[in-house]
Every structure is written in C-alpha cells, then in structure tokens.
C-alpha cells in the first residue's frame, strides 16, 4: 500500500528514513526521487545527503545543525508541497545499451556454481518458466523489450538498481541461496522485480543472462561521462538494452578498450509522471512481447 | 614524507569523518573506525581533528622518517618503539629524520591510530583521503599500505610533549565485553517483543567474519511480527526480507538470522531489515573490539545518542590536552 502520510523512522543519531509505502510501486521511486529533489533544491541547513530507493528515501543528518523532529517538518512541508504524483516531472537521460543475451560468460558463472555450490535450473530457462513464458527466446524479447529505470545505486558503488518501464515486460525472479561467489563485470541480472547491471566483478545474489560490454564505473575517468562521477548512473535515468550478437560485443569492447567508444545517451528528454501513466493505462497489462 | 618499512596487517589513510555526499551513489563515508582515538592523535600534533592519518588494524607497521616532525600514537596499545626505545602513546613525541617507528601487535583492543603534523597529504579523492578498499579508491592507490610505498605528508608545526587527560581517553574493557548503545529503528516493528528482549538481554559474540564492511554477530535466533511473516511477496521470501531501501552506517542488518553491524565501509541499500542502529558516538568501541569479544546492547534515545555524539566531539579538542 501507499501510506496517507509518510512515515519517518530513526536510523541511529544521524540518519532518518521516509516510507512512502511498503509495496514494489513505481510510484513510490517517483515521489523518493522527486523528495530528494525537492530537499536539493530548498537546501534544508543541516541535511547531508539523501539516497532514495524503490519505496523510500534515506536522509543523512547533522544533528549539531538541525534535531530530528524539525527534520521531519520540514520534510512533511516538502512532501505537502509536492502536490500529487502525478504532476511529478523528472530530468531523465536515457542510454542504449547493447547486450548479449544467454552469453557465454554469465553461462560459465552459472555452470561454476551449479557444479560447486547448489546445482540449479540455468537462470535464463528458470526465469522464463517461472514467469509463464514460452522460451528462452521470449524471455529475450520481454527483458529487452522495455526501457528501465534507475531507481537508486547502491550494494556497490555505482550498481544500478533498475525497473521495467513497460508493464508487458515486468518480470519477477527470487534471488539464489546461497549468493554467487563472483560474477562477470558486465553482467545483466535480476532479483525480485529489478533489473541491474554489476559494474565490477563482485559476489552476487540475482539471476544471472546478459551481459554488456559498456563500462558503467570508471575509476580512470577514461570517458567524458565519468568526469563528475566514477559512476555512469543517477537515480532517474533510463537504460534500453539492445541485444547484440558476439560479433557486435567484441567489436563495442575494443572500442572501449582503445577509448573511442562513444556513449549513446539521449539527454533532452523529461519523464513525465503524467504522462506516463496515461500511457501506461492504456495498455493491456497482460500482453507479453 | 613516511616510508614504509613493513606495511602491518591492514594500515591504511583515513580522515574523518569521511567521504560524506555521496551516499545516493553507494560510496561510504569509510574514515577511522575509532574517530576518538583518532581525532585525538591529531589534536596532539595541531592538526584539525579529522585531518588524515594512519588507520593499523590488529597488527601495526614499521615506518621510516624522511623528515623529521612530530607525531602522536593513540588507539590500541600497540608497543609503539622509535629506533628500539619505547615510546608513551597519547603525547606528541618529535621524530627526526631517518629514525624508525615500529608498531607490533594490539595488546588491548585492535585499532592504532597515529597521526602526523601537517597531517598525511595523499590526493584526496570524492572530497576525503579515506581508503576504501573495498572499491579501491582513496588513501595510496586506493588500498592498505604496501611495503616500499612513501606516504607525502604536508607542513606542520607540532609542539612536543602534550598529553592526553586520563579521563578523556577511550577505555578498552579488559575483560572483552562491552556494552554498546543501539536506537531502536528503523525497522523495529518487524521484530515481536520476545525478539527485542532476547536481543537486549543476550551476549553477542562478535564473529571471525568481520571487517571493515560489517561485523557479523553470533547469537540467539530472532523472531518477527505479522510484517515479517504476512507480507507482499515483493518484500523476498525471508522473514528479514523487505524491498530494497537505504541503510544507515551502523545498521544492525538482519540478514536471515545473522545481525550484521554495518560499518564504515558498508553498503548503502540493500534488502534486509535493520531493527537498530548503533549511533556514531559508540562506533569507537566497535572500533576496537576483537573477534571473539562480547557485546551487550542497551537503547537509547536518538536525543541520547546525538548527546553521546556530541560530547565526543568536546572531548576531541583542544580541552583534553595537558602540556
């Protein structure tokens, strides 16, 4: 559900948590993002950071500047002044990203496991079953078929934590247990209902069936996208995966290695909340590509 | 500028209190684990109280001296030695050039802390020289020091000979057990009232499993309210599972059955419950506390814990210097 009133919760002496629902509902990140806009933009003296999430939004607090009780006010002024979701706008690039799909790679993570940790059915296969699909092929079409959005970074840095725009493409997939001991940079997986792409190589604990040659961390800053930032990501942005053969991966991957890859990024674009769901309602919710 | 001789088990820059801002990108703050011992060093040798220092985890370094200066080792009682001679810890000591300093292993407690004047000048990196291992980045070459490696330190004018008051330093218990302040929340209402006195009312032993990212606790089982157990299935299957949300640093992270305290170098979300939080003012004891210690919680406030904070900053001053 999505509360009436937020709820604000204490993390510790200097951190305060705001609970807009306890459901996976784009609606949620919409008002998390545009909160953590809104405490940006009015510069509450006192507030260091914020980290949104899917259905809430952390604050990080000085409390020699400002006590958690007059936090929360000004918090509930902010949020009173949002007005409805539905007239939120966000600034949102959006990146196209090739991918393979049922590569060799994230094959390999997933026979290593299945041999030394807990055999398993292959993730690609396991997803599509359990979410009612023909094959494997139509996974493909129905993971690809959709824009995702970046509803917050974290676990590691710069690690997106994404989900499918397009109602005919959302999926859902449990997590493994016992967690993966490593994982391909690149990789492309999926754990309840979001999507992420691993940066680096790390442990892991979703579905594993893709994987991209694009950088999304950069500690080297090799590329203009990461001058601000090692992480390529800001909550609010898009990502399309478009599937790709090997062919296509080796030839991105060497661009990148030799620093002439260019980042296909759309930058002009504002998501409309609005807009959004009047498009959203006019699908029918059933349908799968 | 520092050589080192040895590089120790795991020392490392730090500052203090880190790299704060970039949190929403899931980048810690990192910093020193114990920020009392460590701001003290520096106020020792006239530096701010956050600047850059050394971080020496369980067994310390061995050092050389390029230039002389003055230094001041706090934290856990590593045997600090300058050139084979004992060296008091808690005063600022003048080195000179070419002379050694060697720490060995934490007698009481687990981290050493020594600060430079002028303080460690390696590039900052996200506006804090703090390492983080974990990603590489920050302090030398984003990693614990390596033999061989020299560490740039700045200009400073340190003034010998001043002591830290006896009431105004950290006490390590000598029995290994430590009481330790929790608020309650953000998610305390997911535990049932049974689970919240077994978790106040037990020894938590700390595991082998731990590191700057997280201490896992040994301990009795938990158990939940109707949240944990009647949930929408997007939370996860687990009881302690609920739909990714943001972590405070000091989380008391159920994962499964295993609280994990999160610390300075851990993650910033993720899909677990944290039914308390250890406020920043009790990270210290963390800090120094070994695996196999014993860990008592009691709640607070968040008005007593922000207290708790804010005392320490007083004590981490000028106030706490006899010269």
């Known amino acids: 559900m999505i509360y009436d009133k937020p709820r604000f919760l204490p993390g510790g002496d200097r951190y305060l948590l705001v609970e807009f629902g306890d459901e996976m509902n784009l609606e949620l990140n919409f008002m998390g993002q545009s909160l953590a806009q809104a405490v940006a933009d009015n510069g509450i003296g006192g507030v260091i950071e914020t980290a949104p999430c899917f259905a809430s939004m952390l604050v990080h607090y000085e409390p020699e500047e400002i006590s958690f009780r007059d936090l929360e006010t000004e918090l509930m002024g902010l949020v009173g002044a949002l007005g409805p979701a539905e007239d939120i706008e966000l600034d949102s690039r959006l990146f196209y990203f090739p991918a393979v799909y049922c590569d060799p790679w994230t094959k390999g993570a997933v026979d290593d496991y299945r041999a030394k940790i807990a055999d398993k059915e292959p993730d690609p296969e396991f997803v599509a079953r359990l979410n009612g699909l023909k094959d494997v092929d139509q996974f493909v079409r129905v993971h690809s078929g959709t824009e995702y959005w970046v509803a917050s970074l974290g676990f590691w840095p710069g690690l997106p934590f994404m989900m499918a725009l397009d109602p005919r493409c959302r999926l859902t997939a449990p997590k493994y247990n016992p967690p993966r001991t490593w994982t391909p940079k690149g990789t492309v997986g999926m754990g309840g209902a979001s999507t992420c792409i691993y940066p680096v190589a790390t442990p892991g604990g979703y579905q594993i069936f893709g994987r991209t040659p694009v950088p999304i961390w950069d500690t080297e800053k090799r590329f203009p996208q990461f001058e601000t930032s090692i992480c390529l990501f800001r909550p609010g942005d898009r990502v399309k995966f478009v599937p790709c053969d090997l062919d296509l991966y080796q030839h991105v991957e060497a661009q990148v290695a030799d620093g002439s890859y260019q980042y296909n990024v759309v930058e002009y674009q504002k998501f409309s909340v609005r807009n959004y769901q009047a498009w959203v309602d006019e699908l029918d919710a059933g349908a799968r590509f | ?323």
């Open chain 2, 1 to 323: 500028m520092i050589e080192v001789v040895k590089q120790g088990l795991e020392t490392s820059v730090q500052d203090w209190p880190g790299r704060l801002g970039y949190w929403n990108q899931g980048f810690p703050p990192s910093g020193p684990m114990d920020s009392w011992s460590f701001r003290l060093a520096n106020v020792l040798v006239g530096n701010e109280p956050g600047a850059a220092g050394l971080e020496c985890q369980y067994v310390g370094p061995t050092l050389k001296f390029r230039r002389g200066g003055v230094i001041a080792v706090t934290g856990a009682d590593m045997q600090p030695k300058l050139d084979g001679t004992a060296i008091p810890m808690w005063e600022s000591v003048a080195v000179t050039h070419g002379q050694t300093l060697e720490l060995s292993f934490a007698k009481t407690g687990a981290r050493g802390y020594i600060a430079v004047a002028g303080a460690v000048a390696t590039e900052p990196w996200l506006g804090s020289r703090s390492t983080f291992h974990k990603a590489g980045v920050g302090g030398m070459d984003g990693h614990a020091l390596q033999a061989g490696q020299v560490v740039p330190v700045g200009e400073g004018n340190g003034a010998v000979g001043r002591k830290i008051k006896d009431g105004a330093k950290p006490i390590i218990p000598a029995d290994r057990r430590w009481s330790i302040e929790v608020v309650a929340g953000p998610n305390d209402d997911w535990i049932d009232a049974a689970g919240h006195r077994r978790f106040l009312n037990s020894d938590w032993k700390l595991s082998s499993k731990s590191d700057r990212t997280g201490f896992r606790l040994d301990g009795p089982d938990w158990t939940f309210t109707a949240k944990a157990t009647n949930k929408a299935p997007e939370h996860g299957s687990e009881p302690s599972n609920i739909i990714d949300q943001g972590y405070p640093c000091g989380a008391i992270n159920l994962a499964g059955q295993t609280p994990i305290i999160l610390l300075n170098d851990g993650p910033s979300m993720g899909g677990f419950i944290n039914p308390y939080t250890v406020p920043w003012g009790a990270f210290w004891k963390l800090g120094q506390s070994k695996p196999g210690d014993i860990f008592r919680f009691k709640t607070v406030s968040v008005e007593e814990a922000q207290a708790l904070a804010h005392e320490l900053r007083e004590i981490c001053s000028e106030r706490s210097v006899v010269t």
